[in-house]
């Protein structure tokens, strides 16, 4: 993986052989003449995004364009719940009735809601096409817009349609953070902790100290924590493209997190802050089995709590409730719960041999809100 920098703008690589692409990390880079024209594959371009993002970053997102290309747009309804097949057929349809062609590029203008939509619409529309992120939430700038998973909710499990497909390009806009909900930032932060738990002990003892700063929106700390979370997301898709091995440790917390979202229906807790709650529970999970310390585990607790993130289950929701949902995990194997665990803060592991017993009772004492 390469990395250039310039004052404002840093650029990393996501390194695929022929499918290497950049990551243009820095502030007011959309809108600039040249952010997207050298990743679009031809003359027909289509904007997909939302409701709620389209007043804000629309016009911008188009001034990038150059003057030549056939531009057309297309706004879905804003939220989780719309994450659907039925969705993903809007976006086709529309390039159809377009007439756009196999060298066509959707732009993804949006959070990682969008992103992942138009990330599976590019897969399959003509059995692929060109596609580039613009990620506007903290969440898709660290997380779901590098790496190429791309796909949709079912009402029986969450992403459980999809592809892993990569876009040409990542622009992450730093600017577009400051118009977004204080709930939204901090669900995103419970992937930027992740990356410190499951792999850099320093960041996240940095991530410690910054907290305040990133919450404040300070520049600075926020240029660094979504450089350093692209950089080892990057890393990572670099070594298991497709989730062979170390990629699955990104889904920290997540096979708790899936369960919690997919029972409350989805949208009503938003993603990272299921996330959140459930890396808690993996950790406390971790130190049942002795491998963290009640201090550790405190630290996770303090980080989460310091995000504005949940420290607790939903009321209602039972330990076969989690069981459930949580069986359909698309990491298990040959009927087995696969998790991911941490040996120590820095360090994840997936195993597949927690006792029942031990699981069970992890869920029924994790505190309910
Ligand atoms: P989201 O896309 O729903 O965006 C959150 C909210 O913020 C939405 O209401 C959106 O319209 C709004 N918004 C977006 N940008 C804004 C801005 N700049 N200012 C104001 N409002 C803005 O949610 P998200 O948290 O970005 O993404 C969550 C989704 O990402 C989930 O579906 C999750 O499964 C997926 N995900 C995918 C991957 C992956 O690797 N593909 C990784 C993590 C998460
Ligand atoms: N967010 C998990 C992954 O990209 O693998």
């Not at 600017?175 to 990356?195: D, H, M, N, Q, W």
């Not at 990133?214 to 660094?224: F, T, V």
């Not at 406390?284 to 420290?311: F, K, Q, T, Y």
């Amino acid at each position: 993986m390469s990395q250039t920098s310039s004052p404002a703008r840093r650029t990393l690589e996501v390194a695929l052989g022929s499918r290497s692409y950049p990551i243009h990390i820095g502030p007011g880079l959309l809108g600039q003449p040249e952010a997207l024209a050298p990743w679009l594959a031809g003359r027909q371009v289509m904007i997909v995004t939302n409701e709620v993002v389209a007043p804000l970053y629309l016009e911008r997102c188009r001034a990038s364009l150059p003057a030549e290309v056939e531009v057309r747009e297309l706004v879905l309804p804003d939220g989780e719940a719309t994450k659907t097949l039925a969705s993903v057929s809007r976006i086709w349809d529309a390039l159809l009735e377009a007439g756009f062609n196999r060298r066509c590029t959707l732009i993804a203008l949006g959070g990682g809601v969008i992103g992942d939509m138009v990330g599976f619409a590019a897969a399959c529309y003509q059995r692929g096409v060109a596609f580039i992120q613009v990620p506007t939430t903290l969440l898709s700038q660290v997380d779901s817009s590098v790496g190429g998973k791309t796909g949709v909710n079912h009402p029986l499990g969450k992403n459980m349609i999809g592809a892993f497909w990569q876009p040409r390009s990542v622009l992450i806009d730093t600017e577009t953070l400051a118009t977004l909900p204080p709930r939204e930032f901090s669900a995103g932060l419970a992937e930027v902790i992740k990356y410190g738990l499951i792999r850099d002990a320093d960041f996240l003892a940095w991530l410690e100290e910054a907290m305040p700063a990133l919450r404040a929106l300070e520049p600075a700390a926020l240029a660094r924590a979504i450089e350093r979370s692209c950089k080892l997301k990057a890393e990572i898709v670099a070594e298991d493209e497709t989730e062979q091995g170390v990629r699955a440790l990104l889904n920290l917390g997540h096979t708790f997190g899936h369960a919690i979202e997919a029972h409350q229906g989805y949208g009503v807790w938003l993603h990272g802050e299921a996330v959140g709650a459930g890396m808690l529970m993996a950790a406390e999970l971790s130190a049942r089995l002795g491998w963290l310390s009640a201090e550790e585990v405190a630290r996770v607790r303090d980080i989460l709590a310091a995000a504005a993130l949940p420290l607790a289950a939903p009321a209602d929701m039972s330990v076969e409730d989690f069981l459930v949902r949580m069986r359909l995990d698309k990491k298990n194997i040959d009927s087995r719960l696969r998790l991911i665990l941490l040996h120590s803060l820095g360090s994840a592991c997936l195993s597949d041999e927690t006792p029942a017993e031990l699981l069970e009772a992890l869920i029924e004492t994790f505190p309910r809100d």
